[in-house]
């Protein structure tokens, strides 16, 4: 089954002939694989994308005696696919506002090929990344930190609005799962101090024992009380975190779930969590920003050196170097009500010591989107992502 469908409307009083061969003409054009399903709806809502083609006017009263079923088998909005031959436009005009009338959700998909073929595209990239995030369970490791006192979340929205489901975990288990593996001290990291060799055994020990609870739990993710780590273990779970979203697990830091399901959303729709790191400085004039955080996926980087842990002088951290080009800031409240999403330049890597190891200073392509981070910002938090996602990531947050 491909991931796109195509379902028709079509007037009786129109030729027959005649729109078929419209159809096949104008099809060919989107150069976009598809299954044409003609005007049996009877699996429509079950795949990535499910177009409606207008093909001729006076389907309207089509439309709405099919719409009780299309509404029984899919909660996803309608796209109808319009020539504008045949007033195709007009009758998809008047049934859009019907579903407007009738509170749904909606949209007429009409332009050019290349505009179409790109929409369409953009549609079943969102649909696809929905599908991803269905069902998946993701693990809160102890509870936020007490700092993070404005993300809050709600675990039936996250449910309702992506599939999502949060499930607690006591921190209790990470030392538990550690305990049970063996003391090793050979690792393949090199250590650039002494310090750093005598803590990197204690490190993989920490990405053994997560590696273990997601396992037990069969979590796609988590975000743990990192923290917690500092006193229990005299460690750091920074590398822990760069390996596991490297694996395609996402590991947040703090424990803050508003992030984690940021970078859930964009792992579905990129297959990279992304860069959980807060701003270190803002220039709200050019739009310049320092984001700094201690760690950073391995597979987002081109190459990484370890140090000590910031805040606390112990521990393994990351100091990792992404290429430089677009990126994409992300963040979405917990519980799904805001969002924000800026593209910009990764203008250069810095190696500072009095910030978080890692450190990107990004410039923003829109320099006045600075002022959401000093005016109305969502938490501390943000998600950096290589590469331009802002209208897919805006597709899903719709």
């Not at 379902?7 to 129109?14: N, V």
């Not at 002939?17 to 159809?23: C, L, S, Y």
């Given at each position: 089954?491909?991931?796109?469908?195509?379902?028709?409307?079509?007037?009786?009083?129109?030729?027959?002939?005649?729109?078929?061969?419209?159809?096949?003409?104008?099809?060919?054009?989107?150069?976009t694989e598809y299954d044409l399903k003609g005007d049996n709806y009877a699996d429509y809502g079950s795949h990535m994308l499910d177009l409606i083609f207008v093909r001729t006017g006076g389907t309207e009263g089509i439309f709405r005696r099919l719409l009780p079923q299309l509404q029984a088998q899919s909660h996803k909005p309608f796209y109808l696919l319009t020539s504008g031959k045949s007033n195709s436009l007009a009758a998809s005009m008047e049934i859009l506002s019907y579903l407007r009338q009738n509170n749904l959700k909606g949209e007429i998909i009409h332009g050019s090929a290349e505009y179409i073929q790109r929409r369409i595209n953009l549609l079943a990239n969102a649909g696809r990344a929905m599908q991803q995030l269905d069902g998946s369970l993701l693990g809160i490791v102890g509870k936020p930190s007490d700092w993070l006192i404005s993300s809050s979340f709600d675990r039936e929205v996250v449910r309702r609005q992506l599939g999502i489901h949060l499930k607690d975990i006591d921190m209790q288990e990470l030392p538990d799962a550690i305990s049970s593996i063996p003391t090793n001290d050979k690792t393949e990291e090199a250590a650039p101090t002494e310090a750093i060799a005598k803590a990197l055994p204690g490190a993989i020990r920490i990405y053994e024992g997560l590696k273990q609870i997601v396992a037990r739990h069969q979590l796609q993710g988590f975000t743990i009380r990192c923290f917690d780590l500092l006193t229990a273990l005299r460690n750091t779970g920074c590398i822990a975190l760069a390996k596991l979203n490297a694996e395609g697990i996402v590991a947040g830091c703090e424990g803050d779930v508003p992030a984690m399901l940021s970078m859930k959303i964009a792992q579905a729709l990129t297959g990279f969590s992304g860069f959980q790191a807060n701003p270190a400085s803002i220039n709200p004039e050019t739009g310049e920003i320092t984001f700094a955080h201690c760690t950073i996926p391995l597979n987002m980087v081109e190459r990484y050196e370890l140090d000590t842990h910031f805040e606390s002088g112990i521990g393994v951290g990351i100091r990792g170097f992404m290429k430089e080009g677009p990126v994409t800031i992300f963040k979405v409240s917990g519980d799904l009500s805001r969002s924000f999403v800026a593209e910009g330049e990764l203008v250069r890597n810095m190696a500072k010591p009095d910030l978080c190891r890692t450190q990107q200073v990004i410039q923003l392509d829109e320099p006045e989107k600075a002022a959401y981070f000093l005016t109305d910002p969502i938490g501390n938090h943000h998600i950096i992502l290589p590469g331009r996602w802002r209208e897919a990531l805006e597709e899903i947050l719709k």
């Open positions: 089954m491909k991931d796109i469908a195509i379902y028709t409307l079509t007037s009786e009083l129109h030729d027959a002939e005649a729109v078929g061969n419209m159809t096949n003409d104008f099809l060919a054009s989107l150069h």
